[in-house]
């Protein structure tokens, strides 16, 4: 865990300053105690980050459970009967990962899952550039289209005009400007650069600017529009902040109804965050699911029982982590530690931070993950892969991210069910041990994204030192998201050592240097 240190200490602290604004965005946004968003944070950066195992997902409270928890907390009678709830959601999604339900995440198509990273990019600039200007009507870490407020995403951005906050703005420019000098300039000119992030820097800037102009009626940045963490006055009201379950509701039969309703809404974000994850890391790691929902549910349970929000493993965070260049659980764990010691002892100074440049941070954030040029690779690889991600992108923003799921999972689904043929087995294996070890893997006549599940647990159990004769003379339907697999087994199979012979109607290819090129996915429209 500390082999990458040099990596991981830089990208916890991006993400500590992603997570703050959206651990108190969420929880104002939840009808919840604002310190609640932060016990969430810290749970999910500390507990879920050292029991997940996953290298590069960080936890926290998560924008799509804020409508589920602000109906609850008033039907439950209090907040206190509402993490009754929590706990109980937490045990639940104990029992899912004990059932291996974690096998769920395999069957997520890739188009669904890069539809969902580029429609989650897209609402984070819209939604964070009210933020950059000061129009600060919405919490941030909202993510439905109809705002709390009454406006939508895009009559909010239209109002921007009426509401600019001058200070908010200059400041918000001044940031960005910071981070795109650090990331396409500075950090190839020298290590330093990459030991000191961008966003530290312009976070430092946003602080001082706020400081030196609070005095300027003009210039200076209002206080609504910084952040605003809980300052206690003593130890006494420090601790007076948590807040314990109500375990006198138990046989209340709601409490169980919305225990599982966060249980399975929870287990469901964080299935698919893993998932998208596994698909942004540039290292291809394997996130064990069902580990992952035991961790989820343990963080659920501590969080309940000491006033937190229910936690998921979240995208947002998760991809900052990624961009800024982390490596393993050492940056979840890290930033959920900053997370804690900050509240502490520097809420003061949190609270000079303005909004604006943090919604900087998060523009830049949700550029990379809704990148142009990726609409026009989902084109090229023709319209079973173009309308699940185009619906699923359109559905998140104009809804919330779960119906934008579901409606890219349903055009999916039917795609499949149209374009493939009835087909139970696809994958025989012939153990010919003899010297190196050697397996022999014939793939059917159609392969589609409900055999991924499968093929990848076949690939990453593979022993180092093999030779792999991958059959594919009898396929007539590869789907693109069995190729994108056998293309991220080509990094683990160099490094276990493993050979790969692949024999089709074309010929015989020993250890291709890639798999989309050979099938040529391009062309088959």
Not at 168 to 173: K, L, V
Not at 316 to 329: D, H, P
Request: hydrophobic share 50%.
């Amino acid at each position: 865990m500390f082999k990458y240190i040099k990596n991981d200490l830089p990208a916890s602290i991006v993400v500590f300053f992603v997570a703050l604004p959206l651990c108190l965005g969420i929880a104002l946004a939840s009808g919840a105690p604002l310190f609640s968003g932060v016990i969430a944070g810290v749970i999910g950066g500390i507990v879920i980050g050292a029991l997940s195992g996953s290298k590069i997902g960080v936890s926290g409270p998560a924008a799509g459970l804020a409508a589920i928890v602000l109906t609850a907390i008033s039907a439950l009678g209090g907040y206190e009967n509402f993490l009754v709830a929590v706990v109980l959601g937490g045990i639940i999604q104990l029992v899912f990962g004990l059932l291996k339900a974690g096998i769920i995440a395999y069957y997520f198509p890739s188009s669904v899952i890069k539809g969902m990273l580029t429609g989650i990019g897209i609402i984070i600039i819209l939604k964070q550039i009210p933020h950059f200007f000061g129009y600060d009507t919405e919490p941030e870490g909202a993510d439905s289209f109809i705002e709390a407020s009454g406006e939508n995403t895009f009559s909010a951005i239209l109002h921007i005009a009426d509401n600019i906050a001058l200070g908010s703005t200059i400041i918000g420019f001044i940031g960005l400007g910071i981070l795109l000098l650090w990331s396409n300039v500075l950090s190839k000119k020298g290590k330093i650069f990459q030991l000191i992030q961008g966003p530290l820097v312009a976070v430092v800037i946003g602080i001082l600017y706020y400081v030196f102009t609070k005095s300027n009626t003009s210039l200076g940045i209002d206080p609504i529009h910084l952040v605003s963490v809980p300052v206690p006055d003593n130890i006494d009201s420090f601790v007076a902040q948590f807040r314990f379950p109500n375990f006198g509701v138990i046989g209340n039969p709601e409490i169980w109804v919305t225990a599982f309703t966060i249980a399975l809404v929870a287990s469901l974000e964080t299935l698919l965050c893993v998932e998208a994850t596994d698909k942004l890391d540039p290292h291809k790691n394997v996130t064990p699911t069902n580990r992952e929902l035991l961790a989820q549910g343990t963080g659920n349970i501590l969080s309940g029982l000491i006033g937190g929000l229910p936690v998921t493993q979240v995208i947002v965070r998760s991809s900052a982590n990624i961009q800024s260049g982390g490596r393993t659980k050492l940056s979840a764990i890290v930033h959920g530690f900053l997370l804690l010691i900050s509240v502490i002892l520097i809420p003061t100074l949190l609270n000079k931070i303005p909004l604006s440049v943090l919604a900087a941070i998060l523009l830049i954030v949700g550029f990379k993950l809704a990148k142009p040029s990726l609409f026009k690779q989902m084109w090229n690889l023709g319209w079973k892969q173009f309308v699940p991600f185009t619906v699923t992108v359109l559905g998140i923003v104009f809804t919330d991210l779960l119906i934008g799921i579901g409606m890219g999972l349903g055009v999916g689904i039917v795609i499949i069910l149209i374009k493939s043929y009835q087909n139970s087995h696809f994958l025989h294996i012939e153990d010919k041990s003899n010297g190196k070890h050697r397996i022999k893997m014939t793939l059917a006549e159609q392969v589609t994204f409900f055999n991924k599940g499968a093929i990848l647990n076949e690939l990453d159990t593979l022993p180092k030192d093999t030779y792999l004769e991958l059959d594919v003379r009898k396929t007539s339907y590869l789907d693109n998201d069995i190729i994108e697999i056998l293309e991220d087994f080509i990094i683990k199979a160099k490094e276990r050592n493993i050979d790969i012979k692949l024999i089709s109607e074309r010929g015989v290819l020993e250890n291709p240097n890639s798999f989309v090129e050979f099938f040529k996915l391009e062309k088959k429209l």
